[in-house]
């Protein structure tokens, strides 16, 4: 499995990301927001968290307009594999590559800790190494994480079996209870939580870890 | 010349932001407030011969995510 991480400035979960997918026995190569093209043979792009152009006009707005979003976009279209965690979720659906915003939390405060959240479809290569129904612990951090989308979105997305995670206890005010969604072809992911730190028995936590070897199971196979 | 771009979540949109600011003017003790919506205002220094309709195309590819997000242009 070829792994390109994306590297905005401000990025700041981006080496996180590369040790994940390294850990699971992929490639993995640092990309640019400059660069206008992945590398060769890219299988997955991670779109790591952070504070991209810090946050600037709206979480993820200027970074969905760089050079390499043009060529992530490219990718996603010849059905190429994306994973977008935290404000990768964010540049995400400001590309329109996933459906919907994150807003400010209800809350108004930013969350920092380890909640649980419900494998919602194992249908979908970054979910298959789960159960339907499990309750996972992975560490969110954001202040802009509350996912909405109009009714017609969330029903579309409930009927298409396209929400990945639940949140079991609802830390955001997220609609649906919402943590993370896949694309129309179940090869775009877009997550909140960070299953990049738990990912290693130092994090606290490795329930992130089978989320890393599923892909790079199904996308070596391939 | 300038354009002044406001733009507002939309109705419906949950605005956290508003609400606690209505909260906090309440509990100041100031009165007469049903509702407050924060948005954000954006001046930009037109040059010649920039058009409300290039302003637009600014506000939907960039400025406003139209998801969430309504904008109104004023052209000064």
Redesign the interface.
């Known amino acids: 499995m070829k792994a390109a991480v994306v590297v905005f400035p401000g990025s700041n979960c981006d080496r996180d990301l590369a040790v994940a997918f390294r850990a699971a026995g992929a490639e993995v190569a640092m990309v640019w927001h400059k660069d206008a093209d992945l590398p060769a043979g890219t299988d997955i792009v991670g779109v790591p968290g952070g504070f991209s152009y810090g946050d600037y006009?709206?979480c993820g707005?200027?970074a969905a307009?760089s050079a390499i979003c043009g060529a992530i976009k490219a990718h996603a279209a010849r059905g190429g594999y994306v994973l977008g965690v935290c404000n990768g979720f964010q540049v995400l659906?400001?590309t329109r590559l996933l459906?919907?915003?994150l807003?400010?939390?209800?809350?108004?405060r930013y969350v920092c800790r380890t909640v649980p959240l419900r494998v919602e479809t194992t249908d979908s290569v970054f979910t298959e190494g789960y159960g339907a129904g499990d309750v996972i612990g992975i560490p969110i951090a954001h202040h802009e994480g509350?996912y909405?989308?109009?009714d017609d979105t969330i029903a579309r997305l409930r009927s298409e079996d396209r929400v990945a995670f639940r949140y079991v206890e609802n830390p955001n005010?997220a609609r649906d209870d919402i943590a993370g969604i896949l694309s129309e072809n179940r090869r775009v992911l877009g997550m909140m939580p960070h299953p990049e730190r738990a990912a290693d028995a130092g994090h606290g936590g490795t329930d992130g870890v089978a989320l890393f070897r599923a892909l790079a199971g199904a996308l070596t196979a391939a | 010349m300038k354009a002044r771009v406001t733009v507002m979540?939309k109705t419906g949109?949950?605005d956290?932001?508003g609400e606690?600011v209505r909260h906090a003017l309440g509990a100041m003790g100031l009165a007469g407030v049903e509702g407050v919506r924060q948005g954000k205002v954006i001046e930009l220094d037109l040059a010649p011969g920039t058009t409300e309709a290039h302003v637009a195309e600014m506000c939907e590819?960039?400025?406003a995510?139209t998801?969430?997000e309504s904008y109104r242009i004023e052209m000064l």
């Not at chain 1, 807003?103 to 108004?108: E, F, H, Q, S, V």
């Open positions: 006009l709206r707005a200027i307009q659906t400001e459906p919907g915003a807003l400010r939390n209800a809350g108004l509350n909405y989308a109009d005010g | 979540l949109v949950l956290p932001q606690a590819k960039l400025l995510n998801v969430i």
